[in-house]
T-cell receptor, first 114, second 114 residues
Framework: GENVEQHPSTLSVQEGDSAVIKCTYS??????FPWYKQELGKGPQLIID?????GEKKDQRIAVTLNKTAKHFSLHITETQPEDSAVYFC?????????????FGTGTRLQVTL | DADVTQTPRNRITKTGKRIMLECSQT?????MYWYRQDPGLGLRLIYY???????NKGEISDGYSVSRQAQAKFSLSLESAIPNQTALYFC?????????????FGPGTRLTVL
């Protein structure tokens, strides 16, 4: 089955700096890659996603890049703010590009310090 | 997401007890999922259901069972709880038929097995 590795496990940045979280996947058939944000005491929530026919996608301060050849994808957060502090999960979906069955990474705890 | 509710939110039980965690959704989604979250391990899929008559095992189904009582309800049971089932459990829903791929998560149930 699919295996998704995520790094780093913890990340501390100063407010206003950029944060980058990286994931690799094992199954070349995966073609849908979402990122979820989990705030304290809540369930994960989708923040951005990308399909394998796209190399980069941006939504305001967050962006995701995908390198199919290397089988890795990254989340970029610019101009970080305290409310960006949370746990972030990457995921990959095998097959048809739907969220039928997601394999998640192990999570990155991001702390944005003042 | 308030559209996906889980009960109870917290539960402490003893080894050997039978436990049921319940999930209800008002989104009208066909697909429902149960995950467990452990520190350093991310989210792992226990069971999933694509409609009322469909039940599928995830990567860590041993020791668990599920029941899809209706489109809106998906319950997870631990027939004889053991301490290594102590974890945070999440229910999620999805409806790829709408062209979207997002999974919507409930607020989670924190289960402690003594």
């Amino acid at each position: 089955g699919e295996n998704v590795e995520q790094h780093p496990s913890t990340l501390s940045v100063q407010e206003g700096d950029s944060a980058v979280i990286k994931c690799t996947y094992s199954d070349s058939a995966s073609n849908y890659f979402p990122w979820y944000k989990q705030e304290l005491g809540k369930g994960p929530q989708l923040i951005i996603d990308i399909r394998s026919n796209v190399g980069e996608k941006k939504d305001q301060r967050i962006a995701v890049t995908l390198n199919k050849t290397a089988k890795h994808f990254s989340l970029h957060i610019t101009e970080t703010q305290p409310e960006d502090s949370a746990v972030y999960f990457c995921a990959a979906s095998i097959g048809t590009g739907t969220a039928s069955k997601l394999t998640f990474g192990t999570g990155t705890r991001l702390q944005v310090t003042l | 997401d308030a559209d996906v509710t889980q009960t109870p939110r917290n539960r402490i039980t003893k080894t050997g007890k039978r436990i049921m965690l319940e999930c209800s959704q008002t989104k009208g989604h066909d697909r429902m999922y149960w995950y467990r979250q452990d520190p350093g391990l991310g989210l792992r899929l226990i069971y999933y259901s694509f409609d009322v008559k469909d039940i599928n095992k995830g990567e860590i189904s041993d020791g668990y069972s599920v029941s899809r009582q209706a489109q809106a309800k998906f319950s997870l049971s631990l027939e004889s709880a053991i301490p290594n089932q102590t974890a945070l459990y999440f229910c999620a829903t999805a409806n790829p038929g709408q062209g979207a791929n997002e999974q919507f998560f409930g607020p989670g149930t924190r289960l402690t097995v003594l």
